[in-house]
């Protein structure tokens, strides 16, 4: 029948061994003291910023806070896009971007070498995510504009054949000629009700009121076609405008730390004795478990000279 291990077993073992859990223990806790002393100090900016997105004299750009957030945080993940455009390769590692869907806001971080250099590179990570909001308003911007354009062009070509129509119409009351079903019906593609485009008699102050009501509408049309012209030959004024219209607000700029991220000799000398501790009690156990019992230690002598230990 097998002993029972008690408690007082398990202590005498471990005090036993005692040389060697102390042993380890100390050696960790000195190895976690030597790689604090020679690793370099790094140190770690940040920046908590928040997006504005607001509607363009152009209309409502379709960018929302979380795709701008999630789109750079991407971005600074991958060290592509504004990211490769301001930072070396081997100075992307140390960058982070996180964002908070609940509370609307983003996190930027830099570390470097020093204080100074962390401060610095989170200035430009910040930098590079304005450049970045600036940049998908412009964009989108850019895409209104074109179809705003296209959209004027047709509508003026449209209201300018309406008032065509309107102007052979008013000729031929003016002439005492009447209108024929040819031009009534060109009438009522104008907008002109049916009623009284097929009317017998249309009135020529009807039709100079419809005229007038055309001549502004296309006048409406060119000045809107003649701004959105202007503006898409002005690139730094839609650059200007779509800064205003999306924005990256810094509400707590980097500032430059005072004590580093790492090493941190307490943490690591804590964990260091952790471990150490953990790895003495186990190599203590595995040699308790090898070490041979007293009783055996005793009987073997005797048993080499054929003798019992009663005998």
Known sequence: MEEEITLRDLYLALRRQAAWIWGLTLGALALAAAASFLMPPTYE??????????????????????????GFADEVKAGSGEVATRFAPEERGGLSARYDAKKKLLTLSAKGRSAEE???????????FRDYVSGRAY????????????????SLRTAEARRDILLK?????KGGS????SVRALLEQSGVPAAVARSGDIAD????LKLAEQDATLASLQSRLEFLEGLSKDESRLRAMAGESAQAIAFA????????????PLLYSALAAVLGLMAGVFVALIREALREPEGETARAPLAAKGQSPAS
């Not at 009447?178 to 079903?181: Q, R, S």
């Not at 102050?205 to 100079?208: D, E, I, V």
């Not at 700029?253 to 941190?264: F, Y």
């Open 253 to 264: 700029r980097p500032g430059l730390p005072t004590d580093p991220v790492s090493p941190r």
């Open 169 to 173: 119409a008013l000729g031929a009351v």
């Open 178 to 181: 009447g209108l024929d079903d």
């Open 139 to 154: 964009e989108r911007l850019d895409h209104l504009l074109g179809a705003q354009l296209e959209q004027t062009r047709d």
């Open 118 to 128: 962390a401060k610095d590179r989170a200035e430009r990570l910040l930098a590079a």
């Open 205 to 208: 102050a009807y039709l100079r």
């Open 45 to 70: 900016s940040r920046a908590l910023v928040g997006i504005s997105v607001q509607k363009s004299a152009l209309g409502e750009l379709g960018l929302s806070v979380d795709s701008l957030a999630s």
